[in-house]
């Protein structure tokens, strides 16, 4: 009979003793593990350098396809059986409260641990030594709600006994990691029903656990997290610049655009336009010849084809996006520079509707349309949202990369482009921060939208995104 409180070293004989009966326990109960296990490859990217801590059998670690897993646990007999399972992946034993390795990875997981652990804090603290200021932490643990449920499965034989677990909530974890410097990104609650039962699991799990209030009694508690490590260094810059009819806009985006970065380029990307858009590009390409200025016409349509073909022509570690409209200020570009150089977000987006606007800048169907869509995205990508059809996005040359190649998820579904890059960041765990502007009227030419054919797109575009990251 295993104790109710134990020592570290009681507890790690119990898990060497111990180690194949849990391994049967898990194929018993796979239903719930595959379910886990589906979460994570969701979360961290294939391919990805991945640490899990606390690895037991390394089933989880397998099932992320790392392109390089190392996998710690201190209890021996479960790193032998990981060995003999996964022989190309990497074990070794180790306390979680105090590991020594002289290497990062992109991800940790730390799943099903910190109810086992004797100090949780410590074990947080010592995660930074392996993170880089990309490094993503993902924490899974076990509702609180769900203890007599657990204990009466225990008592059962449906589920092997554990000693005392230490149950935590969400507040409880993010206190502690607030205290080593560890942000939130965002929450996941999966799992309502934890057995397989056909038909009613999959309702169970894939539709009412994601819905508000539902999920607040899931099993399961994710916590995707990253260090608050500080950078301050410039970046090269590249801003383009999209634009179709804006012929009286493109000077005032070279003249008002402040200075700032290592050094800038500007990418102008002219899009079928009426008018002599393209031939204006080429008037201020040659009139400002200290500028770096690039000048193409696009080869596809809308303006999400112009902001990927402006990439691809874009030499800067940092993208910006500027509408030639200018209804969002370039002088506020410093702004949005500045939050992703001092590492304040992974993937800046500007808000509009926080500052009055002036009084044809945005119509009121339009603003009825972009407060549904804040608060929609904010509940389908579990980060805050107000405005998520501001034009202007900024975010690294790195990580733009990686939505590139994962670009395969979600399809070629997006003609504006705010949605793959909202979306894409999501789906690779940035951190979204906002940067309210003035949204102003714009001093030349006319709006390029639609409001009720394009809000109809924006809309099947939501619910078709919606299936993919959500309900799946």
């Known amino acids: 009979m295993l104790p109710g409180i134990v020592k570290k070293e009681q507890l790690q004989e119990y898990y060497n003793e111990k180690a194949d009966r849990f391994f049967r326990a898990r194929q018993r109960n796979r239903y719930y593990h595959k379910q886990l296990e589906k979460y994570f490859a969701f979360v961290i990217p294939e391919g990805s350098r991945v640490l899990e801590i606390g690895c037991g059998t390394g089933n989880l670690l397998h099932a992320v396809k790392p392109s390089y897993g190392l996998g710690i646990d201190f209890s021996e007999g479960m790193i032998n059986i990981a060995r003999k399972q996964y022989p190309k992946l990497h074990f070794r034993s180790g306390d979680a409260e105090n590991i020594r390795l002289e290497e990062t990875f992109d991800y940790i997981i730390l799943s099903d641990l910190v109810g086992m652990l004797t100090d949780i804090q410590q074990a947080f603290r010592g995660l930074k030594q392996f993170c880089s200021e990309h490094t993503k932490i993902v924490i899974s643990f076990y509702n609180p709600l769900w203890e007599p449920a657990m204990k009466l499965a225990e008592l059962l034989g449906i589920k092997v006994r554990l000693p005392l677990q230490n149950w935590l909530t969400v507040s409880d974890i993010q206190s502690m990691l607030r205290l080593e410097d560890i942000e939130t990104i965002r929450i996941i609650r999966k799992t309502l029903l934890p057995i397989n039962i056909p038909g009613i699991s999959f309702f169970f799990n894939a539709f009412l656990a994601n819905l508000p209030g539902f999920n607040r009694l899931c099993l399961t508690n994710m916590l995707t997290v990253r260090p608050e490590i500080k950078q301050d260094w410039d970046f090269t810059v590249s801003i383009v610049v999209p ?10 985006a070279i003249l008002r655009t402040p200075e700032f970065g290592a050094s800038q380029q500007f990418v102008f990307i002219e899009g079928n336009s009426a008018d002599n858009t393209y031939e204006e590009m080429l008037r201020v390409q040659k009139k400002y010849p200290d500028k770096n200025i690039l000048v193409a016409r696009q080869t596809g349509k809308g303006k999400g084809n112009a902001v990927r073909e402006g990439f691809e022509l874009s030499t800067g570690k940092v993208l ?15 702004k949005f520079y500045e939050a992703l150089k001092k590492n304040k977000g992974e993937f800046i987006n500007g808000c509009r509707l926080v500052y009055p606007m002036e009084k044809q800048a945005m119509r009121q169907l339009n603003l009825m349309a972009n407060k549904f869509f804040g608060w929609f995205f904010t509940y389908l990508l579990g980060q805050h949202l107000k405005d998520t059809l501001c034009g202007t996005k900024v975010i690294f040359r790195r990580d733009y990369e990686k939505i590139k190649a994962n670009r395969k998820y979600f399809g070629e579904f997006d003609p504006f482009g705010d949605f793959d890059l909202l979306f894409g960041a999501a789906k690779l765990n940035l951190k979204m921060v906002e940067i309210f502007v003035r949204y102003r009227d714009r001093e030349y030419g006319s709006t390029q939208i639609n409001r009720f054919r394009h809000g109809l797109l924006l809309f099947r575009m939501s619910f078709y995104a919606a299936r993919k990251i959500k309900f799946n």
């Open 320 to 334: 910006m996006i500027l509408d030639s409209d200018l209804t969002t200020p370039p002088e506020d570009l410093p």
């Open 243 to 252: 634009a179709r009819n804006e012929a009286g806009n493109i000077e005032n």
